[in-house]
């Protein structure tokens, strides 16, 4: 069988396929054209759209990571290949540390004390207990599911939301339209966590933004298309008229790289990281691929992607 790397550290996934699969040919994306050709599967992050359309008996490609979005948007995705991407996989643990950062923020005020600090101002705020403090999850997906849940373990009554009706133990699960306002009306703050797809698109907008109560914050380690950037950059107002929202932790934007002249770069009550939130972790990772490249060559169901469906 012969397998095709593309990611950040293809070389160190070359090597662990290979020890693992030892009569696989496991080669990365930089191997000659000729060398590349023919292969069974794709194992891809990021991949150009060459190494897509090059292929001509492909099997089968896996994802390593979990939103298509990338790979689905991608010219030269050949049809009718089954595509099998990471669940979980030791993201949602990055996922949950990320949330809970982005949580931990605004709840003990550490937004307010580096304002403090940079004013020389000595001024505990008043600490409210974590039952008052509601944390929304939009996504009960593998990731979404587990962040929800490592929120709630971390003392926070959370609310999930999927589109489709889902039950997760000490979560209260919200689906549907009706069912994203009324959780919008109740939380603190909201984590971001679905997919990248056209029902997706601007899920949060203007209107959505208005149903937080005033003062919620936002954590968006998801999709930078789920987030509406102007609408919430109105919501965020400026130090001179705040507005309706206290502030966000971004990860993930419209435009990655966030463009320099983007005013999110620049907003006192906004923290951008560069999409950091969940690299994929080889070591919690490999056995999945292992198991989906296995399946797929004993001929046994997987869960493959949908493509019209997004995810
Ligand atoms: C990262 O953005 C991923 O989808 O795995």
Redesign the pocket.
């Known amino acids: 069988m012969k397998i095709v790397v593309h990611t950040d550290d293809a070389a160190q996934w070359q090597a662990a396929l290979s020890d693992a699969l030892p009569h696989a040919n496991v080669m990365t994306s930089d191997a000659p054209a000729d060398e590349r050709k023919n292969a069974d599967y794709l194992a891809v992050w990021k991949a150009p759209s060459h190494l897509l359309s090059e292929q001509t008996q492909l099997k089968g490609i896996i994802n390593l990571?979990?939103?298509v979005d990338y790979l689905l948007n991608t010219p030269g995705l050949p049809r009718n290949v089954p595509i099998v991407k990471?669940r979980d996989a030791g993201?949602g643990d990055s996922m949950a540390d990320y949330a809970l950062y982005g949580v931990l923020h605004f709840y003990r005020s550490m937004d307010r004390y580096a304002q403090q600090q940079h004013d020389a101002a000595w001024q505990p705020h008043r600490l409210v207990e974590k039952s008052q403090w509601p944390v929304g999850v939009l996504g009960l997906g593998a990731i979404g599911g587990f962040v929800a849940s490592a929120l709630q373990q971390a003392g926070f009554p959370v609310l999930g939301w999927s589109r489709s009706p889902k039950q997760i133990s000490g979560i209260r699960c919200f689906h549907g339209d009706d069912g994203l306002s009324d959780l919008l009306g109740q939380v603190q703050s909201l984590i971001t966590i679905l997919p990248d797809t056209n029902a997706t698109k601007h899920i949060i907008n203007a209107q959505r933004l208005a149903q937080l109560p005033k003062g919620a914050s936002i954590i968006n380690p998801g999709r930078g298309s789920l987030i509406d950037e102007q609408a919430l950059l109105n919501a965020l107002g400026s130090p001179d008229q705040p507005g309706h929202l206290r502030g966000a932790l971004l990860d993930v934007f419209h435009e990655e790289p966030l463009p320099a002249n983007n005013p999110l770069w620049q907003h006192p009550n906004v923290i951008v990281t560069p999409?950091m939130a969940?690299p994929?972790p080889l070591n919690a990772a490999i056995d999945q691929v292992i198991a989906y490249l296995q399946a797929f060559e004993a001929g046994e169901q997987v869960t493959t992607v949908d493509p019209d469906a997004g995810y």
Do not use: E, R, S, V
């Open positions: 990571g979990a939103g990471l993201m999409h969940a994929t």
